[in-house]
């Protein structure tokens, strides 16, 4: 029976790939920052360990007591949307830590098991954010570009030991709490020089006719990169994100 760690897990994309492979009779290990047993089905192959990416400690902690495992998910990150120009430091930083230091370090903590055996995935869940330019998420799309640099050149250090690195690019998911999130961090969306700019991207945001992504398309996705040697690299995840991946092609 194999085992997957997957990060952020508390609600949205996490929850909805954990429950997946639980469905499919996999051994999951569920860590969120607060451990919470309840958001997830009961089950005697499921195991939830505190994580906080952002602290090497908590790493440490969560690998050691996960144990040998056969996929890494690294699913948790934030959100800041902010004109460039406005957005803090502080908030730049605070997603870097998260989004692209939180992957980078929790992937590093994982891999010399994975390079020992011989064998093993990692699947990164960025963003298709990072395959258009949008406004208000300049800092944010960074952060989740940078993961996708870094896992593109990681991928070509790996395979000659037999380890697979993918990357799930999700679109917009109204049906999480990510936006809602994202919310508390937004800042100088009332600034007389971006308010008209903002209030339409609000809108087309707010439009639920357009496509979107649903928890199941991500969950979907992680599954064929963590089972399907011969997925690509870039797994768009949602019909926006896929019309979107077919737009750059």
């Not at 098991?113 to 990164?124: D, E, L, P, S, T």
């Not at 949008?134 to 570009?145: F, K």
């Not at 690019?169 to 049906?175: E, I, K, M, T, W």
Request: hydrophobic share 45%.
């Amino acid at each position: 029976m194999k085992t997957t760690l997957i990060s952020g897990c508390s609600s949205g994309f996490g929850l909805k790939i954990a429950g997946y492979f639980l469905a499919r009779e996999w051994q999951v290990i569920a860590t969120m920052r607060t451990p919470r047993a309840d958001v997830l089905p009961p089950s005697d192959r499921l195991r939830v360990l505190a994580l906080d990416v952002t602290d090497p400690e908590s790493i440490r902690k969560a690998v050691e007591a996960a144990g040998p495992i056969d996929v890494l998910v690294n699913n948790a990150g934030i959100a800041a949307p902010s004109p460039a120009e406005l957005t803090s430091i502080a908030t730049v930083r605070e997603l870097f830590e998260t989004d692209t230091l939180g992957t980078i370090a929790l992937t590093q903590a994982v891999l010399p098991q994975f390079r020992q055996r011989k064998a093993g995935v990692i699947v990164n869940v960025t963003s298709s954010a990072t395959l258009k330019a949008l406004p208000l998420i300049a800092a944010y799309r960074a952060s989740t570009a940078a993961v996708n640099a870094f896992t593109e050149s990681m991928a070509l250090e790996l395979e000659p030991f037999g380890v697979r690195a993918h990357l799930v690019l999700p679109g917009r998911a109204p049906d999480t709490r990510f936006g809602e999130n994202a919310r508390a961090r937004m800042l100088g969306f009332d600034h007389e020089t971006y308010a008209d700019l903002a209030r339409n991207v609000m809108a087309h945001l707010a439009d639920t006719s357009s496509p979107i992504t649903r928890p199941q398309d991500v969950a979907e996705a992680v599954w064929r990169a963590a089972t399907d040697p011969s997925s690509p690299l870039r797994i768009p995840a949602g019909a926006d994100a896929e019309a979107w991946a077919a737009e750059v092609q």
